[in-house]
């Protein structure tokens, strides 16, 4: 007969449990949390104080910043709290509730891309008609189904991962409480439940990803035609930082989610999660800062003004 002991809480085993990594580790994923948040929250405030910043593209960066802020803030404190206690208790109902932001804040970004490649085709394929294509209420309803497509995502995650009983073990072999690192620990009865999610899991990606790529074969196509070398470095330019994001985010995610969580290596997802949950925040506000010329000269000017107000 099965054992179903109900559990109530999760131990989270962490990175390593070689003692030497803990310091350093801790000490880089301090740095690493603290250039999240400045760089995210820099951006968002530029965006709201700079009144050059007012585009569709830096009210859909500003979200995108919002959302890496929160879903890097969902598990950054609970690696970082491991580190200095020693253990990685976490109770059952705090496990679903980072399982549930993570999820949700991590489905916002994934179709928060797909409109920011969509805002990117209209400015370079139909610049004529850009302004009537991105309204300020086209915007906010792209945005709004992004989150209403994102926690609806993270409800049905948590929902199916949670409806299942634990047998036996309650170790979380991962940092954090991800969907298959918990979804492991069921009962054999769990089939059904990981393809629902691994099925769910590939519309969203894949329907986003199916956006971004058709997006940017047209915008590629429209920028080789251009005659105007201006008009062609301008339009790379501000694909080219886009591009990037979407290359690294996506290639984790398939990595992670496109399959039955029994089909994981624990060691190989927690390498890929650091990723992930941790570095591409981080790099997100550096990659299109740098390689934004009004990003950079906003926050000159912002640089500027503060220093002349002491």
């Known amino acids: 007969m099965e054992n179903t002991t109900e559990v109530t ?104 891309l797909a409109a920011m490649a969509y805002d990117r085709y209209a400015a370079v394929c139909r ?33 199916i991962t949670f409806s299942l009983s634990f047998c036996g073990s309650n170790v979380v072999h991962h940092f954090f409480c991800d969907v298959p690192a918990v979804m492991v620990l069921s009962c054999p009865d769990r089939y059904v439940g990981e393809m629902v999610l691994v099925y769910v899991a590939s519309f969203n990606v894949f329907f986003a990803l ?36 979407v290359s690294i985010f996506y290639g984790t995610v398939i990595t992670m989610y496109l399959q039955p969580s029994s089909s994981h290596s624990m060691d190989t997802d927690k390498t890929v999660s650091v990723f992930y949950t941790m570095v591409i925040p981080m790099l997100n506000p550096l990659v299109y800062s740098l390689r934004n010329k009004e990003v950079k000269s906003a926050f000159k000017k912002m640089i500027a003004k503060a220093r002349l107000s002491f």
């Open 9 to 112: 809480e999760f131990i989270l085993l962490g990175l390593t449990d070689t003692k030497k990594l803990q310091v350093p580790l801790f000490l880089t994923f301090v740095l690493i949390y603290v250039i999240n948040v400045v760089g995210n929250m820099g951006i968002i405030l530029l965006v709201l104080l700079e009144s050059r910043l007012r585009a569709p593209m830096y009210f859909f960066l500003s979200n995108l910043s919002l959302v890496d802020f929160g879903y890097s803030t969902a598990v950054i404190p609970t690696v970082l709290a491991g580190f200095l206690t020693g253990g990685g208790v976490i109770s059952y109902s705090a496990c679903a509730a980072q399982m549930f932001f993570f999820a949700a804040f991590a489905t916002v970004e994934n179709f928060l």
């Open 127 to 159: 610049p004529l008609h850009y302004t009537a294509t991105m309204t300020t209420s086209s915007c906010a309803s792209l945005s709004t189904g992004s989150c209403v497509c994102g926690f609806l995502n993270a409800s049905i995650h948590v929902g």
């Open 210 to 245: 199916l956006v971004v790529l058709i997006s940017y074969i047209f915008t590629c196509v429209t920028i080789l035609k251009m005659h105007s070398s201006a008009g062609y470095q301008k339009a790379f330019s501000t694909c080219a930082s886009h591009l990037t994001a």
